[in-house]
C-alpha cells in the first residue's frame, strides 16, 4: 500500500479509539468525575492523535492517486473499525 492509505488508516484507527473511549464515557449516560480513567487512558495516546490529524492533508492529497484495490482495502477496514466500534 501506498504512504496515502496508511495516513488514512493512522487517522481511523485514531477515531476508532476516541469513539470507543466517548461510548465508555457516556455509557452511564453522564459525564462525571468516574469516566476520569477513559480520559486519562486517552494521554498517552495525544501525541500520535495530534500527529496523526496534522497528516490529514498530506494523507488525503496522497491518497488521491490510490488504486481500485487499495480503495476495496480501505472500505474493509472501514467497515471492520465500524464493528468494532459496534463491539465496544
Not at 449516560?29 to 486519562?40: N, Q
Not at 488504486?67 to 464493528?83: G, P
Request: aromatic residues 4%.
Amino acid at each position: 500500500m501506498n504512504l496515502g492509505t496508511e495516513k488514512i488508516e493512522a487517522i481511523l484507527d485514531d477515531v476508532k479509539v476516541l469513539v470507543i473511549a466517548g461510548k465508555l464515557i457516556k455509557a452511564d449516560g453522564k459525564v462525571d468525575l468516574a469516566d476520569l480513567p477513559h480520559v486519562i487512558a486517552l494521554v498517552p495516546k495525544l501525541g500520535k492523535f495530534i500527529e496523526d490529524f496534522k497528516a490529514v492533508g498530506e494523507a488525503f492529497e496522497e491518497g488521491k492517486d490510490i488504486d481500485v484495490a487499495e480503495v476495496v482495502a480501505l472500505i474493509q477496514k472501514i467497515h471492520a473499525k465500524v464493528k468494532e466500534i459496534e463491539a465496544a
